[in-house]
């Protein structure tokens, strides 16, 4: 095959016929190890009979469809459409009874857990119920074993990197677990591999966006803002000189990535960020800069990782904070400024330490579990957590203070008043699991999971909290976790990240080069080695919330099939002229769904200014009797230490009279 040859692929070229390791088919619907055990389960109230504990349960090992998969929504919609109450059996009671119930197994509820057993003493019993098949909530690890190596990726959560630096609760929480991000990061992270290759970034002009095909380097720079030295200048001139754009839209990205205009004249930096806060970075760009439209196509897509929405949903303030380029001549002050987003705001002030764990955030979830239930998790230090696996069949034992209960949808959570005269209370918590309800009571509750979904589970709660609470819409989004037998492709092309405006596939990168304990990541292009592909499903035009619903539905309503065929096409269409052969070398593929993605973080350009403590997600987590409402959704943004903040201060309510 060559390049002439792409217009129109057969499922053969393309290798979708290759038995590799993806999604198994049964009558159409998926077949997870999860899902597949599930079935077992039903109809049985016996502990040893759940998923969790068959030999061989290890969900970071499966591929196909994960994050959202197949199992773990289908009740939380039930109850949403409210079908499934109609359908449902009576809860039946068990015999158990806990100090805390925890629901939500992401690290928001873990870091629960843990800060609960602080406060109330290593006996605490704790029950932590998840309605996904694996604990992590977006913190998921995906596994592979490539050429006879392991091999791992994020499933969701990337790295430690936030926008504000880890608050005292949360790098406390680190410091436990024995992470130590600086530290780590010298040590394990090779962030000169790929460099010294002979790698650097790539630019993916598609043909449907862009009219020709192409895939270029880019000039240095372009990932991170623009400098502004003739050097850049004149690499600029190179890359937009091969670019498949027309001449008035090179002549003004070279002007806004290299000249240092003031486009807003007369004005002070702060009378300028007060107006870029209220304008769109495409309306900057079309309005103010007053480029050719070619150029806000070639950044539209720069913003999705982000926030997930393209430009034209993003401020240009906030685009400014991100180091997108046209703002060198303004002369703004540094730092950050009112109405920005909490991630602009944070970046505008540095971030925090950074580093990333092979599997992402993963590995944070795994040592605290480790640090919850011994022997669950073997191991003891921050770099054998890595390869360790997980022993799913300690998690739930009986006798043992905490247990984490996975495949359990929670389905309705209300205070139960034991003594009417002492309002001495308790929570009673019911879930399904396979086809039966279950019903546990606890002293008190944690709600860790998805706030807009609160309301379905507590209906109890007062209106205008449900109100709230249903106001903060996650952000969808899909990374895709792509097995390749070897990147000779990326090698001869010179690439180890594609940028891709206009494709699919926002972003296309080669795995993260980090050795930890023992695990190693491939050096030699010869190697087998994971890619990492991200998509932020969105209807730019829309305001934000809307576009993050419309990409929701899309996520829904595609199968892993389409995912797969977009993967080896793009990866065809971008590599072709490296030797890249999608039937041959792509060896598996795991796509991570998250229709829930990010937590809502609010957007100056759509949501009003609220009064001191009427934020939807300050009205929204209010504590409810014996009931506190943890997750980064409580903060109204999407950040591990953030969910471990509001884990402690939703445990801190429970604490308080
Ligand atoms: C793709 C992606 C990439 C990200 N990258 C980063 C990053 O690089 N750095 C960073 O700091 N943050 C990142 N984030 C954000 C970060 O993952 C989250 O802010 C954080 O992990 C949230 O943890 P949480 O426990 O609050 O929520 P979640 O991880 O969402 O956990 C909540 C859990 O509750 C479960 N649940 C929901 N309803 C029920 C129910 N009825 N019954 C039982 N269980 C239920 C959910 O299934 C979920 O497992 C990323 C998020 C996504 C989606």
């Known amino acids: 095959m060559n390049a002439k040859d792409l217009r129109s692929l057969s499922d053969q070229q393309l290798g979708m016929d290759r038995e590799i390791p993806r999604r198994d088919f049964l009558n159409g619907a998926a077949m997870t190890i999860g899902s597949a055990l599930l079935a077992n389960s039903i109809g049985t109230n016996n502990r040893s009979d759940e998923p969790q504990n068959h030999a061989g349960y290890n969900p970071p090992v499966t591929s196909g469809l994960r994050g959202s998969h197949a199992g773990s929504f289908e009740i939380a919609h039930g109850l949403r459409d409210g079908t499934f109450w109609k359908n449902a ?21 873990l870091a629960a857990a843990h800060f609960y057993r602080e406060r109330a003493g290593a006996k605490a019993s704790i029950l932590i119920l998840e309605n996904h098949d694996d604990f992590g909530g977006h913190a998921k690890r995906n596994e592979f074993h490539l050429g006879g190596k392991l091999q791992l990726l994020n499933g969701g959560t990337m790295l430690i990197d936030s926008p504000t630096p880890y608050s005292a609760v949360a790098a406390g929480l680190m410091k436990r677990l024995g992470i130590d991000p600086v530290a780590l990061d010298k040590k394990c992270t090779d962030h000169a591999l790929y460099r010294s290759l002979g790698l650097g970034s790539g630019v993916f002009f598609d043909r449907e966006t862009f009219g020709v095909e192409r895939l270029l380097r880019s000039p240095r720079g372009l990932e991170e803002g623009s400098a502004e030295s003739p050097e850049t200048e004149s690499r600029w001139k190179e890359f937009l000189a091969q670019a498949p754009l027309t001449d008035a839209v090179r002549r003004d990205i070279l002007r806004i990535e290299t000249q240092n205009v003031d486009y807003l004249p007369g004005l002070s930096s702060a009378e300028k960020k007060a107006r870029l806060c209220r304008i769109s970075y495409k309306d900057f760009l079309l309005q103010i800069a007053k480029v050719d439209p070619g150029v806000a196509t070639f950044y539209q897509t720069r913003t999705n990782g982000e926030w997930g929405v393209g430009i034209d949903g993003e401020p240009a303030l906030d685009c400014w904070a991100l180091g997108l380029p046209g703002f060198q001549g303004l002369k703004l002050d540094p730092g950050s400024a009112p109405h920005m987003s ?29 640090d919850l239930i011994p022997g669950a998790v073997p191991g003891n230090s921050v770099e054998d957590v890595v390869t360790a696996s997980a022993n799913y069949a300690r998690l739930d034992t009986p006798g043992s203070a905490i247990r984490i209960r996975l495949n359990c949808s929670v389905v309705r959570v209300r205070n ?28 008190a509750c944690v709600l860790a999971c998805w706030n807009m979904a609160i309301p379905y589970l507590c209906p109890d709660l ?13 952000v969808p989004l899909v990374y895709a976790s792509v097995g390749l037998r070897n990147w000779k492709a990326f090698r001869k092309l010179g690439i180890s990240n ?8 926002n972003a296309v990168n080669l795995n993260w080069a980090v050795n930890i304990g023992e695990y190693r990541s491939p050096r030699s292009p010869e190697e087998p080695i994971l890619v990492h592909l991200s998509r932020t499903p969105c209807k730019p035009g829309l305001p934000a919330r809307e576009q993050h619903k419309a990409g ?54 759509f949501d009003p200014d609220w009064a001191e403590g009427e934020a939807p997600h300050m009205v929204g987590r209010k504590r409810f009797g014996q009931i506190a409402i943890a997750n980064s959704d409580s903060a109204a943004t999407a950040y591990t230490d953030v969910a471990i903040d509001q884990a402690h201060r939703a445990v801190g309510e429970l604490f308080s009279s």
């Open 498 to 505: 594609i940028y891709c405006p206009g494709a699919y596939w």
């Open 462 to 474: 007062p209106e205008k909290q449900k109100e709230a609470l249903h106001y903060l819409v996650k």
């Open 89 to 109: 059996p009576a809860p039946r009671a068990l015999a158990e009874k806990y100090d805390l119930i925890v629901v939500g197994g992401g690290i928001s509820g």
């Open 342 to 370: 909490y991630t602009a705001a944070g970046y505008a002030r540095g971030g925090s330490d950074r580093f990333h764990f092979p599997d992402g955030n993963a590995s944070i979830a795994r040592l605290l579990v480790r």
């Open 552 to 605: 929701r539905m899309e996520l829904l309503v595609t199968p892993f099939e389409i995912f797969e065929r977009k993967i080896r096409d793009q990866l065809v269409h971008m590599l072709i002229e490296g030797g890249f052969d999608a039937a041959r070398d792509v060896e598996a593929i795991t796509v991570n769904r998250w229709p829930h993605g990010y937590g809502y973080e609010y957007n100056p350009l």
């Open 416 to 443: 139960v008043a034991l003594d009417a005269t002492n309002g001495v209370g308790e929570v009673e918590v019911a879930y399904a699991t396979g086809k039966d309800v279950f019903q546990v009571r606890g002293s």
